[in-house]
């Protein structure tokens, strides 16, 4: 997943950094509310950790400065443990409150259920046509097969599964695996796309279920069946 990290801590920020990255996920950090909210509407994230208290504005701010710029990714108050603060943070915006100092599990599995629901799926595995996706695990299976990918293979697949029937361009997928920081040329995500389709269509009879969308995108597409029971 791709992830905004704001947080004024250099320590808290750089520990949470670390987590994410280690965790296969992509990670931006700032201390400062006014670029996260610039970030944010440049890159869609599929989440955002919001420290309490920022250099330049409150957590409480920063959460109001996104939802009115109509920034949607969901937003994770880290912070006080107070009910008050909670509430407050809850009733501003923030999709979830995770109390410092935080349990590594716990922190997660928040990640992965906000994500997910901010989607539109109930579960933590997303089923798209005979591919299935545990976000929990970070594993696929394709017609019940489990498929051996690599991290950039899998970042793809999360990509085109969180946002499935929606045509992403080659400039989102580089932005989901390098979080706009030295980037290759867009032509690597053919390559992984290509890779992709293979591993899939080799525990699928063929099929690879990636469409590729005129003018130098890709799909992910449920079946029909899946679409009319959506």
Same mark, same amino acid.
């Not at 809850?90 to 410092?100: F, P, Q």
């Given at each position: 997943?791709?992830?905004?990290?704001?947080?004024?801590?250099?320590?808290?920020?750089?520990?949470?950094?670390?987590?994410?990255?280690?965790? &296969? =996920? !992509?990670?931006?950090?700032?201390?400062? #509310?006014?670029? /996260?909210?610039? +970030? *944010?509407?440049?890159?869609?994230?599929? @989440?955002?950790?919001?420290?309490?208290?920022?250099?330049?504005?409150?957590?409480?701010?920063?959460?109001?400065?996104?939802?009115?710029?109509?920034?949607?990714?969901?937003?994770?108050?880290?912070?006080?443990?107070?009910?008050?603060?909670?509430?407050?943070?809850?009733?501003?915006?923030?999709?979830?409150?995770?109390?410092?100092?935080?349990?590594?599990?716990?922190?997660?599995?928040?990640?992965?259920?906000?994500?997910?629901?901010?989607? &539109? =799926? !109930?579960?933590?595995?997303?089923?798209? #046509?005979?591919? /299935?996706?545990? +976000? *929990?695990?970070?594993?696929?299976?394709? @017609?019940?097969?489990?498929?051996?990918?690599?991290?950039?293979?899998?970042?793809?697949?999360?990509?085109?599964?969180?946002?499935?029937?929606?045509?992403?361009?080659?400039?989102?997928?580089?932005?989901?695996?390098?979080?706009?920081?030295?980037?290759?040329?867009?032509?690597?995500?053919?390559?992984?796309?290509?890779?992709?389709?293979?591993?899939?269509?080799?525990?699928?009879?063929?099929?690879?279920?990636?469409?590729?969308?005129?003018? &130098?995108?890709?799909?992910?597409?449920?079946?029909?069946?899946?679409?009319?029971?959506?």
């Amino acid at each position: 997943m791709q992830v905004l990290v704001v947080e004024s801590q250099a320590a808290a920020a750089k520990s949470l950094e670390l987590l994410l990255t280690g965790e &296969g =996920h !992509t990670a931006y950090v700032t201390d400062s #509310g006014e670029e /996260a909210c610039d +970030l *944010a509407r440049l890159y869609d994230y599929d @989440a955002i950790f919001l420290g309490a208290d920022l250099d330049d504005m409150t957590g409480l701010q920063a959460i109001r400065a996104l939802r009115a710029r109509k920034i949607a990714a969901p937003v994770i108050v880290l912070g006080d443990s107070q009910v008050e603060a909670r509430v407050e943070a809850l009733a501003a915006g923030a999709d979830d409150v995770l109390a410092k100092p935080f349990h590594k599990a716990e922190l997660l599995a928040r990640l992965t259920a906000v994500v997910r629901r901010s989607r &539109g =799926h !109930t579960e933590s595995i997303l089923r798209t #046509g005979a591919i /299935a996706l545990n +976000l *929990a695990t970070r594993q696929a299976e394709v @017609a019940g097969q489990p498929v051996r990918l690599t991290p950039s293979e899998y970042k793809i697949l999360e990509l085109f599964s969180l946002r499935k029937n929606t045509a992403l361009s080659k400039e989102q997928c580089l932005n989901h695996l390098y979080n706009g920081m030295s980037e290759p040329e867009p032509k690597i995500i053919d390559v992984f796309v290509c890779k992709l389709r293979k591993k899939i269509a080799a525990a699928n009879n063929g099929d690879a279920g990636i469409e590729t969308v005129w003018g &130098g995108g890709y799909m992910l597409r449920d079946t029909p069946e899946q679409r009319l029971a959506a």
